[in-house]
């Protein structure tokens, strides 16, 4: 079973653009929300939206996104590191099969 583990906190980063926000702009809604109050897709792409753009202005980005790539679960929920979970999920696919070609070409 993969850990998760919390990267070494660099120096500022009690000063990070997520510190103190509300927790459903990275994640959206919980699970429990009723369905009739859950959000619709635009809803969720307008709300990524705004995530990003913090992440976008946070010097931790680079490390936030690679921490979360390397010690998240499966880069499965929420804006991380400037990148929705579905991109995270994109990038670790696109990591994996890279890796993997290079190898066959390394055994070839
Ligand atoms: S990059 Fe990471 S630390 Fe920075 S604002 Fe986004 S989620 Fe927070």
């Known amino acids: 079973m993969k850990r998760f583990h919390l990267m070494q906190v660099p120096a500022g980063w009690e000063d990070r653009p ?45 490390q936030c996104l690679e921490n979360e790539l390397e010690h998240g679960i499966g880069g499965q929920w929420g804006v991380r590191g400037g990148m929705t979970a579905e991109e995270r999920q994109d990038l670790i696919r696109n990591r994996r099969r890279q890796a993997a070609a290079v190898a066959d070409v390394e055994v070839a």
Do not use: Y
Not at 27 to 41: K, M, N, R, Y
């Open 18 to 62: 997520c510190l103190g926000t509300d927790l459903e702009l990275w994640f959206g809604a919980s699970d429990d929300t009723p369905p009739h109050l859950q959000e619709s897709t635009g809803d969720k792409r307008r709300r990524e939206s705004v995530a990003k753009a913090l992440c976008a202005g946070c010097p931790f980005v680079v």
